[in-house]
């Protein structure tokens, strides 16, 4: 606790440095990502500072009730503007997830100092200054910490809002292994500084299409249960999201439904990507079982009870069920 607040000091004088200050969130940004980064705008803007968001992908139609949406840019060259000096990192454990590493490294000018604040048990604490909670259920939650540490009567509304729509769709709602006290207490008082609670759940939860049901529907049809290592999975196809005919990826829920599967204590869904590769996603609701570990040795990473990966290869359907073909 005494650490966290002196990393609060830290990256509030860090702040308080800057005048330009470039925010970047994650690839394929979810709730968290983009609002942790709307927040951060929202935040230096009350303080006097200009501020641009990049993001590799553009958020979702379902963010754009979220303000300081015309503040995200996909630009790549705003990385290597000499405009910013400071780069602010939000809910990415490392530079490639934030979709950063190759930009800065191929940065002729110095590179201004880098602020990572996460909630990643896998962070790998790059940057010079770091805020970072493994135990925070969500890296909007981490923001709310730093912003009431001086400034909580710049919490507004729209912040509020912004603040709240991470803290909900990390925590699906206040339903996964992420919804611990500090979310609920953190959640309290958002609605106490106006957070809109209910648009937040009509645009992020409230939402699903026929196409996006359909997928699901694929998916719960070929969930195969290995009995062994108590372990349900699942898989989806670049030819079922080509056929549903959906915007982005509507099935990032579904790992998080199958948790609470009786028989399982460990759900694997595997997607293929784009490019050549299959995405893994583990989660689990068993207080003793960490799928981090099994993350990590994969070349992903994550938190204790949600953890993903990637790897190079492809789905094919075999006799015995579906496969990776790797390479
Ligand atoms: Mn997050």
């Known amino acids: 606790m005494r650490d966290f607040l002196f990393q609060v000091k830290s990256v509030l004088s ?39 968001v990049f993001c590799q992908h553009p958020p979702q139609d379902m963010f754009h009730f979220l303000p300081h949406m015309n503040k995200f840019t ?9 405009l910013y000096d400071l780069i602010v990192v939000l ?28 909630h990643h048990a896998s962070n790998v604490y790059f940057g010079e200054y770091h805020l970072i909670d493994p135990a925070a259920p969500s890296t909007t939650t981490v923001l709310y910490r730093l912003i009431a540490a001086e400034h909580r009567h710049f919490i507004d509304a729209p912040l509020a809002t912004s603040l709240l729509t991470g ?20 959640g309290a008082e958002l609605l106490m ?21 359909h997928l699901w529907g694929k998916a719960l049809a070929r969930l ?17 999201f080509r056929t549903a005919r959906v915007e982005g990826d509507p099935t990032e829920g579904i790992a998080n439904f199958l948790a609470n599967l009786k028989e399982a204590d460990v759900i694997l869904v595997l997607k293929e990507q784009e490019g050549g590769t299959v995405k893994g996603s ?15 040795a994969l070349g992903g990473g994550g938190h204790k ?11 094919i359907r075999t006799p015995q069920g579906w496969k990776i073909i790797t390479g």
Do not use: C
Request: glycine share 6%; proline share 5%.
């Open 167 to 186: 803290l909900l769709t990390d925590t699906g709602h206040f339903s996964n292994p992420a919804t611990n006290e500090l979310a609920l207490a953190v």
């Open 224 to 240: 195969q249960y290995f009995p062994r290592y108590r372990l349900a999975s699942t898989v989806l196809t670049l030819e079922d």
């Open 74 to 82: 996909t630009d790549a060259s705003v990385v290597r503007s000499p």
């Open 14 to 52: 860090a702040l308080q440095a800057a005048d330009h200050i470039l925010v970047v969130t994650h690839q394929k940004p979810d709730g968290d990502a983009i609002g942790s980064a709307a927040a951060m705008v929202g935040y230096l803007e009350k303080m006097g500072k200009e501020s641009l």
């Open 305 to 315: 009870k949600a953890a993903g990966f990637k790897i190079q290869g492809k789905l």
């Open 91 to 118: 809910d990415s454990s490392d530079l490639a997830y934030a979709g950063i590493d190759e930009l800065l490294r191929s940065r002729k000018e110095p590179l201004p100092p880098l602020v990572n604040i996460d």
């Open 193 to 213: 500084h106006g957070a809109r609670f209910r648009q937040i759940t009509a645009a992020t939860w409230q939402n699903r299409e026929i196409g996006t049901l």
């Open 282 to 296: 583990l989660r689990t609701v068993r207080p003793d079982i960490d799928v981090s570990h099994l993350a990590l």
